[in-house]
């Protein structure tokens, strides 16, 4: 094996460090890497979806991440406001529900939904707007910073149709939405 280095320095603009090498030829030639062959995208589904969190970081993280993915997103910060906003005929693909709400907590709003979406109540404004069918299902999901089986457990008795863990992730977030059943 032969070559030369070569270093050339000079105070106040740097060094320059230069490497010549003669090497022996290869009797294998190199083979092209098979690259895996790329998935098609996913066909993107663009969501109305409603986000009911007492904290604003949560909050405000989750509208960041589903506003980059596309999504149409709608906030609130109590059980309180979320019940207005569906008596007076707001709906959403989906709402994801924090369990630790102040007032009424997220299994307590959840229970409800479900008692007013089973006596088929309908208001004026809902009835005018035409987003209110008779007997829709709103897709819930349970977010709470509490993993134990118990949690979901009692989350999927009081009504949600889906659990989510806090700290929030990109991918199972996505996991989460992919199960939403298309809007009629």
Do not use: C, Y
């Amino acid at each position: 094996m032969g070559g030369q280095v070569v270093v050339r320095s000079r105070l106040g603009a740097g060094t320059l460090v230069a490497v010549d090498l003669i090497l022996p030829a290869s009797e294998t030639r190199p083979t092209a890497a098979v690259a895996p062959i790329p998935q098609p995208p996913k066909a993107f589904r663009p969501m109305r979806l409603l986000v009911v969190d007492d904290d604003p970081t949560s909050r405000k993280f989750l509208q960041i991440l589903l506003g980059r993915a596309g999504h149409q997103v709608t906030m609130l910060e109590n059980a309180e406001a979320m019940l207005s906003e569906w008596v007076l005929g707001a709906r959403f693909d989906a709402v994801l529900l924090d369990l630790q709400l102040p007032q009424m907590s997220g299994l307590e709003l959840a229970v409800r939904l479900r008692e007013l979406e089973a006596s088929a109540v309908s208001t004026a404004a809902s009835a005018r707007s035409g987003t209110a069918p008779v007997g829709a299902h709103t897709h819930l999901v349970a977010l709470t910073a509490s993993a134990l089986e118990e949690d979901r457990r009692q989350a999927l008795q009081s009504g949600f149709d889906q659990f989510l863990p806090k700290p929030v992730r990109a991918a199972e977030l996505q996991r989460v939405l992919d199960r939403v059943p298309m809007a009629k």
